[in-house]
């Protein structure tokens, strides 16, 4: 049975920063990201890492947000910089494989002063 336990989200001012943390178990996979969604809007990808590629951002987080994989400890990370009121959501980790794919059960990500 697969589970995702995701940790680190929570208020934060402008321009601070979090990091987000989702440990996963019960299965392989090859696809590990991180997923948000606002109020009243779609869910959106943030950022997504593949077995032996290159990470992908939304535009609209280059440069602010990395993310990074321990494979280990079946972990996936989001360290998140320079945040904005427009970066609050709930983030959701998301792992694949095929056309399997998996959920945590989300982190809510506040920014604001």
């Known amino acids: 049975q697969v589970q995702l336990v995701e940790s680190g989200g929570g208020l934060v001012q402008p321009g601070g920063s979090l990091r987000l943390s989702c440990a996963a178990s019960g299965g392989i996979f090859n696809t590990w990201g991180w997923y948000r969604q606002a109020p009243g809007k779609e869910r959106e990808l943030v950022a997504q890492?593949?077995?032996?590629?290159?990470?992908k951002y939304a535009d609209s987080v280059k440069g602010r947000f990395t993310i990074s994989r321990d494979y280990d400890k079946k972990t996936v990370d989001l360290q998140m910089n320079s945040l904005k009121p427009e970066d609050t959501a709930v983030y959701f980790c998301?792992?694949?494989?095929?056309?399997?794919?998996?959920w945590g059960q989300g982190t809510q990500v506040t920014v604001s002063s």
């Open positions: 890492i593949t077995s032996g590629g290159r990470p």
């Open positions: 998301n792992v694949a494989i095929g056309r399997s794919a998996y």
